[in-house]
């Protein structure tokens, strides 16, 4: 019987995973998340400070998705400068069932590495995708179809048995993070002639939280002189932006099936 009940529970979960991509899927809210504020300013250069390029960078990303996206909603998980916790930042993403969350920060190296410039973009390391299972089971249903429970007899994502599914869903979202990320790097290059750094799997602990796909992109290294002139210039974020913008758009356009 049990075995009966987890081969069951096997094809749903495959049947459900594929539901996220199906026809009539959008990508609908999207989160932004400026790194560090308040009394966490992040990373310092010769003259400026993480926290405040991460949220000019984020409050101008968030106004060409508003322009140039209309029916997608943007939430910020800050607009000014403020601290918030880092898990409070994943759970503005989960109760807003947020399609994808973008998480901006700089990048810095110790003294005596100061030539290191470029940008890369981070996914939550699969070593500590475990973590996602708490997210995961606060949105299940909703991530799958509004009437999964209704089609599916009552499904339950606090069940134990479900555990094919949570780990499927990680496989896709962590798929999913690493095709967006490998876009925005493409987009930084190809764009701006950018130094890419790629992408790369960290235990980044505001990404593991999200139950959604999720990246943090590092737009360039403040401790670098040319490269903290660049990310603070007017003409540097507006290109950052654009460029991430654009990976957007071609996130939005291959995983919507029409």
């Known amino acids: 019987m049990k075995i009966k009940l987890l081969i069951t529970i096997f094809f749903l979960s495959i049947f459900a995973v594929k539901q996220s991509s199906a026809q009539g899927y959008k990508i609908k809210t999207i989160v932004i998340d400026p790194g560090h504020g308040g009394r ?23 106004e060409l998705i508003k322009e140039e996206l209309p029916d997608v909603k943007v939430i910020f998980t800050r607009k000014t400068d403020i601290d918030v916790d880092l ?76 555990f094919i599914l949570l780990s499927l869903l990680k496989n896709t979202f962590r798929d999913k993070s690493i095709k967006f990320a490998k876009l925005i790097q493409n987009s ?51 290109e950052i932006a654009n460029s991430i913008l654009e990976a957007i758009k071609t996130y939005k356009k291959n995983i919507e099936v029409k």
Not at 40 to 62: H, M, N, Q, R, W
């Open 40 to 62: 966490k300013p992040g990373a310092s250069g010769s003259f400026t400070k993480e926290k405040d390029i991460s949220l000019k960078v984020g409050l101008k990303l968030g």
């Open 188 to 238: 930084y290059i190809s764009r701006d002639e950018r130094l890419s750094r790629g992408v790369k799997e960290q235990g980044v602990l505001v990404l593991q939280r999200c139950g959604m796909p999720a990246v943090l992109t590092e737009v360039g290294f403040i401790s670098n002189t040319e490269e903290e002139k660049y990310i603070n210039s007017q003409k540097g974020q507006n």
């Open 87 to 162: 898990y409070r930042r994943a759970e503005i993403a989960n109760e807003a069932n947020a399609d994808l969350f973008i998480s901006v920060h700089c990048n810095s190296m110790p003294p005596g590495n100061k030539h290191i410039k470029g940008v890369e973009t981070l996914v939550a390391g699969s070593h500590r995708l475990k973590e996602q299972d708490a997210a995961i089971r606060e949105n299940a249903d909703i991530k799958l179809e509004k009437n999964y429970k209704s089609k599916y007899d009552g499904y339950d994502p606090n069940n134990p048995s479900s």
